[in-house]
């Protein structure tokens, strides 16, 4: 069967400080792979997806970057955190073409301080 | 652009009254809607999708391309379906990254 992982659970960095989120896919192969977050009142925004190991889209601007060096890998960094980059992050994965399996991950709670 | 709209953050009800949780959407092809749901402590799951017209937990959402809504509704609501509740689209051609649009998401309590 297929899982996803998302580590870690929750974490609290300072202002400045890097970031690297992973988000890992079992059992099946070349998946979509999305990154969500969910700011504090509002609802869930893509920020990035992925149909191929390289590819890359971004839905939003900002100081976040995603990648995927392997198929069933996708990780989401920044070089510098803002107050703004808190907020609760979601790894979501589907098959090619069929929007209506997506799985999400458990989340990372992300504070920065 | 695609667009969802649910416009309460928060609903109560008590337990056993009729609940419905508004959704509307802006998309100028045929979307494809859900219904996620994340209970306290655990993952963002599906509910339910339009294009199988199930019903899941008592819930059931109909689409109506007219008033362009996909409100959920459940007769007899119980304190278990408290919850955070998201409707979701899904536009773009078959075969490419179908991302998924979220509402902002409603907070149902059931009071008992």
């Known amino acids: 069967s297929q899982t996803i992982h998302q580590w870690p659970a929750t974490l609290v960095q300072p202002v400045g400080s890097p970031l690297s989120l992973e988000c890992t896919v079992e059992?099946?192969?070349?998946?979509?792979l999305y990154w969500y977050r969910q700011a504090a009142g509002r609802g869930l925004q893509l920020l990035f997806y992925?149909?191929?190991?390289?590819?890359i889209s971004s839905e939003v601007p900002q100081n976040l970057s995603a990648s995927r060096p392997q198929d069933r890998q996708f990780i989401l960094s920044s070089k510098k955190l803002l107050l703004s980059d808190s907020g609760f992050y979601l790894c979501?994965?589907?098959?090619?073409?069929?929007?209506?399996?997506?799985?999400f991950g458990s989340g990372t709670r992300l504070t920065v301080v | 652009a695609q667009r969802v709209t649910q416009p309460e953050k928060l609903l109560s009800v008590f337990k056993g009254a009729p609940v419905e949780l508004k959704c509307n959407y802006s998309y100028s092809g045929s979307p494809e809607l859900f219904w996620y749901v994340q209970y306290s402590r655990q993952r963002l799951q599906l509910l339910l999708r339009?294009?199988s017209r199930e019903s899941i937990k008592g819930f059931t959402a109909d689409l109506n391309k007219g008033e362009t809504s996909f409100h959920l509704k459940k007769p007899f609501a119980q304190e278990e379906d408290s919850a955070m509740y998201y409707c979701?689209?899904?536009?773009?051609?078959?075969?490419?990254?179908?991302?998924?649009?979220f509402g902002s998401g409603t907070q149902l309590t059931v009071l008992p």
């Open positions: 992925s149909v191929g190991i390289g590819q």
């Open positions: 059992g099946t192969s070349n998946p979509n």
């Open positions: 979701a689209l899904i536009g773009g051609s078959s075969g490419s990254a179908r991302q998924l649009t």
């Open positions: 339009h294009i």
């Open positions: 979501a994965w589907t098959r090619p073409g069929q929007g209506r399996g997506y799985t």
